[in-house]
C-alpha cells in the first residue's frame, strides 16, 4: 500500500466502486461517496491525495465541488469525469486550474479502464509541508529570499530581443536547500507576511537593478504582487519610497497582478492601481484569459501591459480555438492601448506563431528559465567584457539576442 489516497464523488455507485476497486488493485486506499455532505465530511478525514469528480451529480455540480475545494484551499490531484461533451468538460477543467486546483485529467463516460489506471498512475502524492510560519519570518530576517529573472523578449524589433525581465522569488533554506514559491507563498498569505515578504522582494530587485545601472546597464524589471495586499491603500506611496531610496526610477518596475486578484476586491484594486501609475510605475495584468474580468472591468483597470496566459499559448499552434483566443486577447489589447507579452513559450513553433500575428513581447523556457543574477547578466552582456566575480553585473553591457538557427536561448551580439 502506498500512501496515496482516492476519494470519488459520482451519483452511480457503480462508477464509484470501479473507480475505487481500481485504485485498490493498484495499491492506492480508495474510497467513494454519493453526495456532497458525504464528500465534504470524508475530505476532512481521509486527507485524499487524489479527487475523482462527476460534474453532472442531482445535488450539486462539479464547478460547486470546485469551488468548495477552492475555498479549502485543497492540494489534491483532481480527475473530472462526465459523459457530457468534451467542450464543457474542458471549460470545467480550465476553471479549475484558474482557481489554482491541480487539476490532473479529464475522464469521459464510459470510463476506460486503461486511461482510469493511467490518471492513477500519473497522481503524485502531495508534498508533506516542513515549513511553518516562523520559518519565513526567519528566513525574511535572514535574507534568505532572493530573486530569480526569467528573460522577456521583444518580438517587435528586427532581431529579438531581450527587453527585461520578471523577478520570481525563491528561498535559498540552509537545510532544504533553494525552495520554489509553490512550497512557501500560500504560507506566507495564510500567514499575513506576503505584503513584507513582496517588499523585501522589491527591496532586493532594486539593489540589484542598482548594482546593474551603475555600470551602465539599464532594463525594466517585473515584480508580482499578491491579491492579498491589493487592500492596503498605503501600498503605492511604500513601495514608491523603496523604489526612490534604492536610487531606480518607479518607470523600471512593471508591477504584475493577476486576473483573479484585481476582481476580488475591485474598488479598492482601481484605487490602489491608479496611483500606481500616478507615481510612475508600470502595470502589468498577469495570466490574462483565465480569470473572470468584464471589459467594462479591465477598461477601468489602468494597466498598460497584458499577458496572455501560457494555458491558451502553448496550445496555440495545433489548437485552433486556443490560436483564435491568442488573437482575439491581442487585438482587445490594442483597442485598450495596451502592451501584449504572451506568457509560458517553449517552442519555435509557438514563437514563430506570436511572429505572425504580431505579439510584441514573449516570456518563457525557450528564452530561459528563471536565471540568477549572474546569469542573466551573462546573457544581456553577451560575453562582452568580462563579468565580476560575484556575479552582479559586467564592465559593458550589450542587449541579448535570441539565436533563431543555433540552440534555443543562445544569445549573439
Same mark, same amino acid.
Given at each position: ?124 502524492? #502531495?508534498? *508533506?509541508?516542513?515549513? =511553518? /510560519?516562523?520559518? +519565513? ?5 535572514? @535574507?534568505? %529570499? ?115 486578484? #484585481?476582481? *476580488?476586491?475591485?474598488? =479598492? /484594486?482601481?484605487? +490602489? ?5 500616478? @507615481?510612475? %510605475? ?122 533563431? /538557427? ?8
Amino acid at each position: 500500500m502506498n500512501n496515496s489516497r482516492v476519494l470519488t464523488i459520482d451519483d452511480e455507485s457503480e462508477i464509484g466502486e470501479l473507480i475505487s476497486d481500481t485504485a485498490v488493485a493498484l495499491g492506492f486506499d480508495g474510497r467513494y461517496v454519493c453526495d456532497f455532505r458525504a464528500f465534504r465530511d470524508i475530505c476532512a478525514s481521509f486527507d485524499p491525495t487524489i479527487i475523482f469528480i462527476d460534474l453532472q451529480m442531482p445535488d450539486v455540480d462539479g464547478i460547486e465541488i470546485l469551488n468548495e475545494l477552492h475555498r479549502l484551499g485543497n492540494r489534491a490531484d483532481i480527475v473530472l469525469i462526465s459523459g457530457y461533451n468534451a467542450r464543457v468538460l474542458k471549460s470545467a477543467r480550465d476553471l479549475g486550474i484558474s482557481k489554482g486546483l491541480r487539476v490532473l485529467d479529464i475522464l469521459t463516460k464510459p470510463i476506460d479502464i486503461a486511461d482510469l489506471e493511467s490518471c492513477l498512475n500519473a497522481s503524485a502524492p #502531495v508534498e *508533506t509541508e516542513i515549513f =511553518d /510560519a516562523q520559518d +519565513i519570518a526567519e528566513g525574511i530576517a535572514q @535574507k534568505q %529570499f532572493f530573486p530569480r529573472f526569467q528573460p522577456k523578449l521583444s518580438l517587435a524589433a528586427p532581431v529579438d530581443t531581450i527587453i527585461g525581465a520578471e523577478a520570481l522569488i525563491r528561498w535559498r533554506h540552509p537545510v532544504h536547500g533553494e525552495v520554489p514559491p509553490v512550497r512557501f507563498i500560500a504560507l506566507a498569505e495564510k500567514a499575513g507576511l506576503i505584503g513584507e515578504l513582496t517588499e523585501y522582494m522589491l527591496s532586493a530587485v532594486t539593489a540589484q537593478m542598482r548594482a546593474w545601472q551603475e555600470r551602465g546597464f539599464e532594463i525594466e524589471i517585473a515584480v508580482n504582487l499578491s491579491a492579498m495586499t491589493l487592500n492596503d491603500l498605503g501600498l503605492p506611496d511604500r513601495y514608491a519610497k523603496i523604489v526612490r531610496e534604492g536610487g531606480i526610477e518607479p518607470s523600471k518596475i512593471i508591477l504584475e497582478v493577476t486576473e483573479s486578484a #484585481v476582481m *476580488t476586491n475591485v474598488i =479598492d /484594486a482601481v484605487e +490602489i492601481l491608479t496611483r500606481f501609475r500616478l @507615481k510612475g %510605475f508600470g502595470l502589468s495584468i498577469d495570466d490574462f484569459g483565465t480569470g473572470y474580468s468584464s471589459l467594462v472591468q479591465l477598461y477601468r483597470m489602468p494597466f498598460n501591459e497584458l499577458k496572455i496566459d501560457r494555458a491558451f499559448v502553448g496550445k496555440a499552434p495545433g489548437d485552433r480555438e486556443a490560436a483564435k483566443i491568442v488573437k482575439i486577447i491581442l487585438n482587445l489589447a490594442r483597442e485598450l492601448e495596451m502592451s501584449v507579452c504572451a506568457e509560458g513559450v517553449e517552442t519555435m513553433e509557438t514563437l514563430e506563431f506570436l511572429r505572425s500575428i504580431g505579439c510584441e513581447k514573449a516570456q518563457g523556457y525557450l528564452m530561459g528559465k528563471p536565471l540568477l543574477a549572474s546569469e542573466f547578466a551573462e546573457r544581456c552582456a553577451a560575453g562582452c567584457g568580462e563579468v565580476v566575480s560575484d556575479g552582479v553585473d559586467a564592465p559593458r553591457w550589450h542587449r541579448g539576442r535570441l539565436n533563431r /538557427a543555433g540552440l534555443p536561448g543562445d544569445i549573439l551580439v
